[in-house]
């Protein structure tokens, strides 16, 4: 075919500057909030893409507020938390989806499913005064509980995808090969589930990490107050002059471990987004 | 080295027997094939055999003893499994070991077992890579090699060849058989291919949906099969089957009819009921003296298939006058009068057959088997004398 | 029921129960909670007051301008969203589908939005738009501050939903790109259908289990937007959303029976979105696929 070489490149150079457009468009805002925490209070309303002097300054700032540790460590921990136990729920529950012969399993899926459908909006004035008359209201635990109810559709979904794909013949095998229920277990089905354990894992944490509405409306103090709630109530002195600098090094400082996260695992994040909605 | 007795063993799921009665003795050191079309319950009776199943009814017993109640890892049965089932993150030779550490055996016993299995295998070179960079023949290797290393009491097997293409396939047909030569341990084998089963045998059994239809070696299955199904499942390709009636000393088929000889004249069976009459490919002949004992009948070459050894010619019959006879449906055979079902002669490749010739085709009433269209019962095998 | 099959029921159901309890806790009951709340005149600022009215939360709810302005932003936010969303996503995802050097930079960047939190993303691009530490301006020679007038506000509250969620949609629609066989791709092009017949004829169709997943939950994601405008613009400028008016009627104004009233409305929404998208596109989510 003449031409057909030509028409390949062509092509390969048009997807090839497509490539680079969406890499632009994705960076760009993540790049300004990061030239943003780094410029010097003076600078920052300069327009410029590039810091004109490195100044951490508003880092040191961030981390001498009490409020934004406070957070950060509450954060850390009810994200922590939630994730343990939603998986460890969601590993039960995806377990007895895929292996088990029982009346309940559609149930299951169709709850998972409701759930994640729902709106969390629908509820916080109920969880609002609830835990407010069982005294959980501005505590981890009452944190801890909805991210573990909201999480669990995604961990029971992720984690029946990958069970089903674990080759259960392997425990049957091993069952053969002379070893116990518990025996097969820890030595052929959980190292081979890690993985899939490991990638809800991840997404939970993200879903725990990232969310405000809950985090708002269930707390009012440093005592469970979380990373997004107090970014969103960095109200500086006034109401009227944002604390951009700070601000945008919490971003920073919040958004960096998830990124390293993100890129390390990539593959798995990318595997667990699409399981449930590619494989059905 | 045991022999297993399997005593009116019925496997019930929900709603639906999966086996029933199974009732026969594999004996000590014998190769034993379960057979049949998928869904048969072939692999739920290798299952409870080796505890991977309960046993709903009856009894399964090793050696004379029972092992309904014992655990699969009670049993000291090796399993090759359809999938292999070898264990992704362990190497070939930890596959190897798995069975044995789990028994507790010594290090160095269980390095000599390893060698001597890897030796025999010829895996030496693989023990150390995982199971993904292998190929399939050497993944099929290593599961038998799993098996073997524990000296186990029966060999399992659950269509291990049937993941393979088609070379290997013949090729691990012949390794296993000299496996089980070599070692000489009981083995039940699984599969749905009766070319598998015809060559690997010592006796087969030969299942659908549950039941047991016979059991016998591989000659007995093919020349005296007890009814329909067997006789068009063992056999490749598959017996003919024309529809037939019985009229004064003679079976009336499409194609003409076959004079009975007074002696044998209750061959085949009395009743009144319509009949199927089934001969092998092998069986139609192309020449041949004019013997009043052979039907002979013209035909139109439509397919020919040369295969070297073998010559295949396919050909066309009109069903006339047998188009609305009751007959069973698996066998594919088209209703109506102006119906045709196509038969297959093997014949010897001498001969020059083309596409479109006109063959005059020859059937002796010694070799065919007639059957009850109602009820698929051989009923050569109880009336016939005289058999050759 | 054999041995082994009951205890086997036991167990599923042992397994399953913590689960099934943990989600029914703390989404069933409170909604039924909402639902009687929402029955009721009740602020939290005046507990004693508490009053059964029946239904007149509801027709106060449903006859304010508020709510039918907020219902009137949440769609168009959805609906501009979504779709821009779908068609951006596909692009993202036939260049990663092509692109056979960068692929990997371009997911790993794609990932990036996923993975930051949305109180940031909308930090960041508020900044971005702001006319004194924003760039956007300078980009495009502009001089306007965007975020206080109403149809600027939503452009960047779009834009915030898409930079954040199109990689998502990009991601699922090419794991779905796929599994479309490449077998039926030359097939089609041997039939001699152009490259745009072969997506919109093939890829396309062969797409759409996968399309009516991904739009079903961005478009719930999106009826319930609620952070990006939380931070944007509090509401401010007419760009209230059905979800901030429940969270003010709830948590600010701390009016339980309206804000309930708001809560039964927004799940009846969405209970009505689910419905129409399961039955337009004959999404069947609880298909047991075989083991």
């Known amino acids: 075919m003449a031409g057909g070489a030509d028409h390949g490149r062509m092509e390969r150079w048009c997807w090839g500057a497509g490539s680079v457009v969406v890499i632009v468009y994705a960076l760009i805002p993540v790049a300004w909030i990061l030239s943003l925490s780094l410029k010097r209070s003076a600078d920052l309303g300069d327009n410029r893409l590039f810091p004109q002097v490195v100044s951490l300054e508003h880092y040191a700032a961030v981390f001498r507020d009490p409020q934004f540790s406070a957070a950060l460590w509450n954060s850390l921990g009810i994200a922590g938390i939630s994730t343990l136990v939603a998986v460890l729920l969601g590993m039960f529950a995806a377990y007895a989806v895929v292996r088990l012969e029982f009346p309940g399993r559609r149930v299951i899926l169709a709850a998972a499913l409701s759930i994640a459908m729902f709106p969390p909006v629908s509820i916080i004035g109920p969880l609002f005064n609830i835990w407010r008359t069982v005294g959980l209201y501005d505590t981890w635990a009452g944190l801890i509980l909805p991210y573990i109810t909201f999480t669990l559709p995604l961990a029971i979904w992720i984690l029946s995808a990958f069970f089903r794909e674990i080759p259960w013949d392997l425990d049957k095998a091993a069952r053969v090969d002379g070893a116990t229920p518990l025996k097969a277990f820890v030595f052929v089905i959980a190292p081979l589930a890690a993985p899939a354990v490991f990638t809800a894992a991840i997404l939970v944490f993200m879903f725990a990490w990232n969310d405000f509405l809950f985090a708002i409306s269930l707390t009012s103090t440093n005592d469970a107050r979380t990373v997004p709630a107090a970014i969103a109530f960095f109200t500086g002195s006034s109401r009227f002059q944002q604390p951009t600098g700070s601000i945008a090094a919490a971003s920073v400082v919040v958004t960096l471990p998830i990124i390293i996260v993100v890129l390390i695992f990539q593959r798995r994040i990318v595997a667990g987004l699409t399981a449930g909605a590619v494989k059905g | 080295m045991s022999e297993i007795e399997l005593r009116k063993v019925s496997k019930r799921f929900t709603g639906a027997t999966a086996v029933k009665r199974a009732n026969f003795t594999i004996r000590d050191g014998e190769f034993f094939i379960l057979v049949g079309p998928s869904g048969c319950g072939k692999s739920t009776l290798l299952n409870m055999i080796v505890g991977l199943e309960d046993v709903s009814e009856g009894e399964i017993r090793i050696d004379g003893q029972r092992v309904n109640e014992l655990d699969p890892k009670d049993r000291n049965m090796a399993m090759v499994f359809q999938s292999y089932a070898l264990y992704p993150h362990m190497s070939v030779r930890e596959n190897m070991a798995f069975p044995l550490k789990l028994a507790k055996l010594s290090n160095p016993e269980i390095d000599r077992r390893v060698a001597r299995a890897a030796q025999i295998l010829e895996l030496d070179e693989y023990l150390d890579r995982r199971p993904r960079a292998l190929s399939g023949g050497q993944r099929q290797r290593v599961a038998m090699g799993r098996a073997i290393v524990r000296e186990p009491r029966a060999f399992l097997l659950d269509e291990p060849l049937s993941n393979l293409d088609a070379k290997l396939r013949v090729q691990m047909r012949t390794e296993i058989a000299r496996l089980h030569n070599r070692l000489g341990t009981t083995t039940v084998y699984v599969t749905h291919d009766q070319t598998e089963a015809m060559t690997l045998g010592d006796r087969i059994a030969v299942l659908r949906k549950g039941e047991v239809l016979q059991i016998g070696t591989p000659r007995e299955l093919y020349e005296r099969p007890r009814n329909l199904f067997v006789a068009g499942f063992i056999g490749s390709p598959a017996m003919n089957f024309l529809p037939a009636r019985r009229a004064e000393g003679r079976l009336e088929l499409p194609p003409g009819a076959l004079e009975i000889p007074a002696y044998n004249a209750k061959r085949w069976g009395t009743g009144q009921g319509p009949l199927i009459a089934g001969f092998r490919p092998e069986h139609l002949r192309v020449i041949g003296e004019r013997d009043v004992s052979v039907l002979w009948f013209a035909a139109r070459a439509e397919v020919v298939e040369w295969l070297g050894a073998d010559l295949f010619v396919y050909f066309d019959v009109a069903l006339k006058g047998f188009g609305e006879m009751d007959l069973p449906e698996d066998l594919d055979i088209q209703r109506g009068d102006t119906a045709r079902h196509t038969l297959v002669a093997r014949i010897d490749p001498a001969h020059a057959v083309q596409e479109g010739d006109s063959l005059r085709v020859g059937l002796d009433w010694r070799d065919v088997h007639v059957f009850d269209a109602a009820s698929g019962q051989n009923l050569t095998l109880s009336n016939a004398v005289n058999e050759h | ?291």
């Open chain 3, 1 to 291: 029921m054999s041995r082994r099959g009951s205890a086997e029921r036991r167990l599923g159901l042992l397994l399953c129960a913590p689960a099934i309890i943990a989600m029914l806790l703390v989404t069933a009951y409170p909604m039924l909670y909402a639902l009687w709340l929402s029955l009721f005149r009740y602020d939290l600022r005046f507990p004693d007051e508490r009053l059964f009215i029946g239904i007149d939360n509801y027709l106060s709810v449903l006859s304010s301008a508020v709510w039918w302005q907020a219902m009137f932003n949440t769609l168009v936010i959805t609906v501009g969203s979504v779709s821009l969303e779908l068609v951006l996503g596909f692009v993202f995802a036939l260049v990663m589908h092509r692109t056979l050097i960068g692929r990997r930079w371009v997911r790993t960047s794609l990932l990036l939005p996923y993975g930051i939190i949305t109180v940031v993303a909308a930090m960041s691009w508020r900044f971005a738009f702001d006319p004194t530490t924003g760039f956007v301006n300078v980009l495009l020679g502009l001089d306007g501050a965007w975020l206080t007038e109403r149809w600027s506000a939503f452009f960047v509250i779009i834009q915030t939903e898409i930079w954040k969620t199109t990689p998502f949609m990009a991601l699922l629609l090419l794991a779905g790109l796929t599994l479309v066989p490449e077998d039926l791709l030359h097939a089609a092009r041997v039939d001699g259908a152009n490259a745009r017949q072969r997506f919109f004829r093939v890829t396309l169709p062969l797409m759409r289990p996968v399309i009516g997943v991904a739009l079903l939950f961005r478009t719930l994601d999106a009826f319930r937007i609620f952070d990006t405008v939380f931070v944007q613009t509090r509401g401010a400028q007419g760009t209230d959303t059905v979800s901030l008016v429940g969270y003010n009627a709830l948590i600010t104004r701390l009016n339980l029976g309206l804000g309930s009233a708001v809560s039964v409305l927004i799940f009846l929404c969405v209970l009505a979105i689910a419905l129409l998208y399961i039955r337009g596109f004959g999404i069947d989510l609880t298909r047991r696929r075989k083991r």
